[in-house]
């Protein structure tokens, strides 16, 4: 659902014309909300910690770009 709730959103990730921070806040407001629903009753798994993760980065690295890290992209 948080997938569906991103490409609903692609238009204006995509945009060049909102700041990075507008989208920040769009992700945070919009986004993150559907992807952690009923996330108390969860039992959260390393496995599910680890995909939750992946997504947030994938959704930031779309919004800032990558960033090098140690030498490291």
């Not at 709730?5 to 238009?11: H, I, K, T, V």
């Not at 920040?24 to 496995?47: C, D, F, G, H, N």
């Not at 947030?56 to 030498?71: A, C, F, Q, S, T």
Request: some cysteine; charged content about 20%.
């Amino acid at each position: 659902m948080a997938n569906r709730a991103y490409c609903g959103l692609q238009n204006l990730m995509k945009s060049r014309i909102i700041s990075g921070n507008t989208k920040t806040v769009l992700y945070k407001t919009l986004i993150r909300p559907v992807l952690t629903y009923v996330a108390e009753t969860w039992v959260l798994s390393k496995q599910d910690k680890y995909f939750l993760s992946i997504f947030e980065h994938k959704i930031l690295w779309r919004i800032y770009g990558p960033v090098m890290d140690g030498g490291r992209w």
